[in-house]
């Protein structure tokens, strides 16, 4: 076996870091494999070996740092330099933002957010010696407009594009040949909708349209190869974009109607689903790239989506009216310039019981003890 370039993936056992790991595979690279189920980074080694290449397995959780630097360091000594690294782990609680109990929300962040933190970290810490690598951190429209039922993973995702661009920014500053990177996701047709955590009575879904995970696996190592600074993928997903980003009011108001009931099937949900959130899903049993809704996941021109366009449109006029409204009940109720009053004096009495004495002068207030 000829040695080819190393790429090590987080979230390599299932989705799309599955599909991504198999990818790089057929490319000529050999794999470094990060996730916390046996079962599914198993079965991620037997579809890099199938390629031909080198494949090594790394029990891993992204939310600790210590165990990611460990990873990376164990992939350099068995595989050799690290050549492009891709942060894909991703974990999420599906419910209204009033009924995610706060460890559940923390730990979806930890693993969503910080697991690219750490995982870039490590990443740059042996590639920045060398001025050389490319790291490709998966981001997602959500990264530019909230919806309903997933505010830990909008949350998470909005702060990994802050991360992203901050970084990135240093990196241009040093003048570094390292390529930092961001491929944005559409909905894909995943596992984690079979064991994200949720308080809901019916069984999740990915918002339509629906892409099939080896979709975005492509944009990844396309992007992981070009070095392009980011990528969004699917049409759809750009219109999205670019209402997050030019009328934030519009996006809220689409997604508050059109983004709930979208995201849930009229199944029920099973009280015997498996649940990632803190222990690994497919520790026993390997899910594979796709998830439970390949009849669905044909992306933009997928029948099921085109004939829910009509709605569509009449979902974004209804959001149009009321965001116009939003601005004119706003508008009518700013107060006129010059009649806000200044905040009146207070007295603040500390804890030792003395009073304090608060006067007006003509240049401001100034405070007597």
Request: aromatic residues 8%; glycine residues 8%.
């Amino acid at each position: 076996m000829t040695y080819g370039q190393i790429a090590v993936i987080t979230g390599a056992s299932a989705g799309v870091g599955r599909a991504t790991a198999r990818l790089f595979a057929q490319q000529g690279f050999d794999v470094g494999l990060i996730g916390r189920g046996s079962a599914g980074l198993e079965g991620a080694a037997r579809d890099v070996r199938a390629c031909g290449r080198r494949a090594l397995v790394l029990p891993t959780d992204v939310s600790r740092f210590e165990e990611v630097d460990r990873a990376a360091s164990e992939v350099e000594a068995e595989l050799g330099p690290i050549d492009v690294w891709v942060n894909d782990a991703m974990t999420t609680v599906f419910a209204p933002s009033w009924e995610v109990e706060p460890a559940d929300f923390q730990r979806a962040v930890e693993v969503t957010f910080l697991g690219q933190v750490w995982g870039t970290t490590a990443a740059l810490a042996r590639m920045r010696s060398r001025d050389k690598g490319s790291i490709i951190n998966v981001g997602s429209a959500l990264a530019f407009i909230g919806i309903p039922l997933q505010s830990a993973y909008c949350s998470s995702k909005f702060a990994c594009r802050g991360f992203f661009e901050s970084t990135r920014a240093e990196l241009l500053h040093e003048k570094s040949n390292v390529r930092l990177s961001m491929v944005h996701l559409p909905a894909v047709n995943t596992p984690q909708f079979d064991w994200c955590e949720t308080t809901l009575d019916r069984h999740p879904q990915p918002v339509p349209p629906i892409y099939q995970p080896e979709v975005p696996a492509k944009a990844i190592v396309a992007v992981a190869l070009d070095g392009r600074r980011s990528k969004v993928v699917g049409s759809w997903n750009k219109l999205l974009v670019l209402a997050g980003r030019l009328f934030p009011g519009l996006g809220n108001q689409y997604a508050a109607l059109g983004a709930w009931e979208t995201q849930l099937t009229d199944q029920k949900t099973s009280p015997d689903r498996p649940v990632n959130l803190y222990e690994p899903a497919d520790g026993q049993k390997d899910y594979g790239a796709h998830g439970i809704f390949d009849d669905k996941a044909g992306g933009f021109f997928d029948p099921s989506f085109i004939k829910s366009l009509p709605t569509t449109a009449r979902t974004f006029a209804t959001a149009l009216t009321r965001t116009v409204d939003e601005k004119w009940v706003a508008y009518k109720n700013r107060p006129a310039r010059g009649t806000l009053e200044p905040a009146s004096p207070q007295t603040w009495s500390p804890a030792s019981g003395h009073s304090d004495r608060v006067e007006r002068s003509e240049i401001g207030q100034r405070v007597e003890l």
